[in-house]
């Protein structure tokens, strides 16, 4: 059974995703966090790394409102987002991953170096970008470096965002 302190847990998330403050989220908000990632690291949308996001955007969008999106009006409520969130991906965080995958890969080739990892410090400008507050995103940054090499990898970030968004404790 899931708690109610969960619920609200994940209710709070909502806002993470509503990024234009609208009450609701749609496509536009996953399309503004990319335009505002591509704003933030100086690349083209056109580029491949540009293109990159915007698919993994519509990816993320698509599999958003597939779980969550019962009314099919292409806008996930709060109450949508927390059903969608508390039922269907509480027990399958892997499910929740794999949807974010490809933007958050996207987002982490924004930020990389050459090898192909981004610092911590790249990792929370792109946590800041999408709205998270100052010291929260060093802190989750610094947390997101498990191995303490100073660099976040795909294989670090994406089980950690989906424990964030569908693991109760």
Do not use: C
């Not at 209710?11 to 995703?17: D, H, N, P, Q, W």
């Amino acid at each position: 059974m899931v708690s109610s302190e969960y619920e609200r847990r994940i209710a709070a998330r909502f806002a993470t995703f509503d990024q234009d403050g609208n009450g609701w989220i749609d496509r536009e908000d996953f399309s503004g966090a990319a335009k505002a990632l591509l704003a933030e690291f100086r690349t083209a949308a056109r580029s491949v790394k540009g293109q990159a996001l915007y698919a993994g955007a519509e990816a993320f969008w698509q599999g958003m409102a597939g779980i969550a999106d019962r009314d099919g009006d292409q806008r996930i409520t709060r109450e949508e987002f927390v059903n969608g969130a508390v039922k269907r991906l509480h027990d399958s965080p892997d499910r929740f991953a794999e949807i974010a995958r490809p933007f958050l890969h996207a987002a982490l080739d924004l930020a990389a170096a050459p090898d192909g990892t981004a610092s911590v410090e790249d990792t929370a400008r792109v946590l800041r970008t999408l709205g998270v507050q100052d010291d929260i995103a060093r802190s989750a940054a610094g947390t997101l470096d498990t191995d303490g090499d100073g660099r976040v990898v795909e294989a670090e970030i994406v089980p950690a965002v989906a424990r964030y968004f569908t693991v109760s404790e």
